[in-house]
């Protein structure tokens, strides 16, 4: 029996009521779970003046050493909560080839994007250059044909093409082990003279499971965007059991609009920030603003005869806030470090020593990287 059921039941045995109210019940319920499931939370609340787009710009398919058709990954992101995705299937790595013949480098962009219509789910067309370090592998995004970009036995006529046709260029997992065995970031004299040239724009400092404080460090220097992304092969589920609470990387690019013309732009700007584990990564400005949209704080109160001040922090995001309180005071009933876990609040009781009006109490934000091993700090001040 239901718990439909059994309500019912309940209902019919002490009120007496007719079939047709049975129907009725039955439709609310069914209503009523459905308006439940339809309440999905957003990742973060978007800073004012923007919209926080969630972005995966590396994503493989059959068309290149992928286990999924491309309309599989258009489902996948939808159901993930993704606003835009880019299908970058390697160019010139084509192990399926016997199986699928490949002549047009466009087409898992072309069935993905015929996926997509209708969806809440923009999907743009891109490539993953896939060559030996230097330079290594390298996305090009927002391009007009993917077909033009492939050039066998130059390691930059590619990117030079994908340039031409306005693409955002970037560097894939430059701490990859199979090309940095030491899993080491660096810029070779190849990057340093593509990037003088202006034809790289960003940098992955989190790929897959792996992350990079020495490509944050690269972005920073050289003023690349910071990007995270899955470059994902297999099923999404299974490889950062979303399922269970986990996601992929995500890149959340803070945009004018939810337009892919607005989401370029922004890339072009440096305007991201990287959602990967619990970490939030970004350039200082991005992610103190992202912050103050994610937590509320209360007005102080005291109770009758103390001075131990209460405040409520809120955290209004799906990740958790690990903070480290670096002010004067002390607290009641907790010490310097704390987390406040996604979508919950938190009552810190502050020991004052006078009675305050309000208060600013100054946080390193643990789990927001703004360079290597560096976090933000941010001043929370009482509504
Ligand atoms: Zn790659
Ligand atoms: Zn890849």
């Given at each position: 029996m239901t718990l439909a059921d059994k309500i019912f039941s309940f209902a019919k045995k002490n009120l007496r009521l007719s079939p047709f109210f049975k129907a009725g019940f039955y439709l609310l319920i069914i209503l009523n779970s459905r308006l439940v499931i339809g309440q999905v939370k957003p990742f973060f609340k978007s800073p004012d003046g923007y919209e926080l787009i969630a972005t995966d710009l590396h994503i493989h398919t059959v068309f290149s050493d992928g286990s999924v058709w491309p309309d599989i990954r258009v489902s996948e992101a939808i159901r993930e909560g993704l606003d835009l995705i880019s299908i970058t299937d390697h160019l010139e790595y084509q192990p399926h080839k016997s199986d699928i013949p490949h002549p047009d480098r466009n087409r898992s962009f072309e069935i993905a994007n015929a996926a997509a219509t209708k969806k809440p789910l923009s999907v743009i067309r891109g490539a993953e250059i896939t060559?030996?370090?230097?330079?290594?592998h390298i996305n090009a995004v927002?391009?007009?044909?993917?077909?033009?970009?492939?050039?066998?036995?130059?390691?930059?006529a590619g990117i030079i093409e994908a340039n031409k046709q306005n693409a955002f260029v970037f560097l894939n997992h430059p701490n990859w082990a199979r090309q940095r065995p030491d899993g080491i970031a660096k810029l070779d004299p190849l990057h340093e003279e593509l990037i003088g040239k202006g034809l790289i724009h960003g940098i992955e400092v989190a790929n897959e499971t792996i992350f990079s404080d020495e490509a944050i460090t690269i972005a920073l220097e050289n003023n690349l965007t910071i990007l995270g992304t899955s470059d994902i092969h297999g099923i999404a589920d299974w490889k950062f059991k979303i399922p269970e609470g986990g996601h992929r990387p995500i890149t959340f690019v803070l945009s004018e609009k939810n337009e892919s013309k607005h989401v370029k732009k922004a890339l072009f700007e440096g305007k991201t920030i990287v959602w990967f584990k619990d970490l939030m990564i970004g350039k200082e400005e991005n992610l103190l603003k992202l912050l103050k949209a994610n937590i509320s704080v209360s007005r102080i109160t005291y109770e009758k005869n103390e001075i131990i001040a209460k405040i409520i922090l809120k955290n209004l995001s799906a990740n958790p806030l690990n903070l480290k309180y670096t002010g004067i005071y002390t607290f009641h009933e907790d010490g310097s470090v704390f987390i406040i876990p996604p979508y919950k609040e938190k009552i810190l009781q502050v020991k004052t020593l006078s009675r305050k009006k309000s208060l600013a109490l100054p946080f390193e934000?643990?789990?927001?990287?703004?360079?290597?091993k560096e976090h933000l700090n941010l001043t929370l001040v009482s509504d």
């Open positions: 060559r030996s370090m230097p330079p290594g927002f391009v007009q044909d993917v077909n033009k970009l492939l050039f066998p036995d130059d390691p930059s934000v643990l789990n927001a990287v703004i360079g290597a």
